[in-house]
């Protein structure tokens, strides 16, 4: 289905060079090579492809990196093991723009309460954004959304709790937006740039991503997707490598990440103050 302001920062002259250079690619350079793999355009929007392989995977993840890279575009991955829309925890199953601003304040109010008791990076000059969108990874309902830069780490996501099939974003940023603090469109936070105490973000190479719209605020960012892939379970199994890559590796018990430890008395505090509804319980 097309897909409503897709990837705003192209215009459409760009979008159809876009779509004439993946074409080109997927028919003339891999077309002995995708032999599992079903590929659907739904132009304005992301291909939608079946993956057949691993290798076939690894394929699709290059080509459309490489081809992003002449529209000064970057790629980031997410994995879910549901194929439910790409909505901040903070909006999902909202009604309306008045119930979206509600909790957006609400969440503002919390972030402002723990300010001493959740300091990924006290040195920082922009902290409520690195607190707002570590507080994300930990289980905290904001208008963030978790990506990675690694395509393993969202492999591990997308098998982690799926029973036939999980799925893959491809999430597409414009590159001044990861190189600067803020930009017109989007904000992305490198959340490894924390203490190397705080482990998580570091074990599962996290990221976090924030619409800077106050127009769009609320709204799926299905607008970023410029791939999704779909892949069975049995596959994502064998690359995920559970046994190596245990939940304890991907989730550090509070024992050695004292983020873990921030995080639960932070969410503490809230619940104490009457925030349950913003943070629910540290994951």
Same mark, same amino acid.
């Given at each position: ?108 109010? *919390?972030? +402002? ?8 990076? /006290? ?5 409520? %954004?690195?607190?707002? =969108? ?105 690359? *995920?490598? +559970? ?8 989730? /550090? ?5 004292? %983020?873990?430890?921030? =995080? ?20």
């Amino acid at each position: 289905m097309p897909v409503k302001n897709w990837l705003p920062w192209l215009d459409d002259d760009e979008k159809d060079q876009l779509r004439s250079l993946i074409e080109l690619v997927t028919k003339n350079h891999f077309k002995n090579k995708w032999e599992n793999s079903t590929i659907k355009d739904d132009f304005p929007g992301p291909w939608i492809i079946e993956i057949g392989s691993i290798e076939e995977m690894m394929l699709a993840v290059g080509m459309f990196k490489a081809q992003l890279k002449y529209f000064n575009t970057s790629v980031y991955y997410r994995g879910q093991s549901e194929d439910y829309p790409l909505f901040p925890k903070l909006f999902r199953n909202l009604e309306d723009k008045s119930e979206v601003l509600s909790m957006y304040k609400k969440c503002e109010e *919390a972030m +402002k309460l723990i300010e001493h008791d959740f300091a990924p990076e /006290p040195s920082h000059d922009d902290e409520k %954004g690195i607190r707002t =969108a570590m507080a994300t990874h930990y289980g905290c309902k904001t208008w963030w959304l978790d990506v990675v830069d690694h395509p393993h780490t969202a492999v591990w996501f997308a098998y982690n709790t799926s029973k036939d099939q999980g799925y893959i974003y491809l999430l597409a940023i414009p590159q001044y937006c990861a190189r600067s603090h803020r930009s017109q469109l989007i904000r992305v936070i490198d959340l490894r740039i924390s203490d190397a105490l705080w482990l998580r973000p570091h074990t599962q190479q996290a990221l976090a991503i924030c619409d800077l719209k106050q127009n769009r605020l609320g709204d799926e960012m299905s607008y970023l997707c410029v791939a999704k892939f779909i892949l069975k379970r049995e596959m994502l199994k064998s690359w *995920a490598n +559970k046994d190596l890559y245990t939940e304890h590796v991907i989730f /550090p018990d509070n024992k050695i990440d004292s %983020g873990l430890i921030s =995080a639960i008395n932070a969410q503490g505090k809230l619940k104490l103050q009457g925030f349950k509804n913003i943070w629910p319980e540290v994951k």
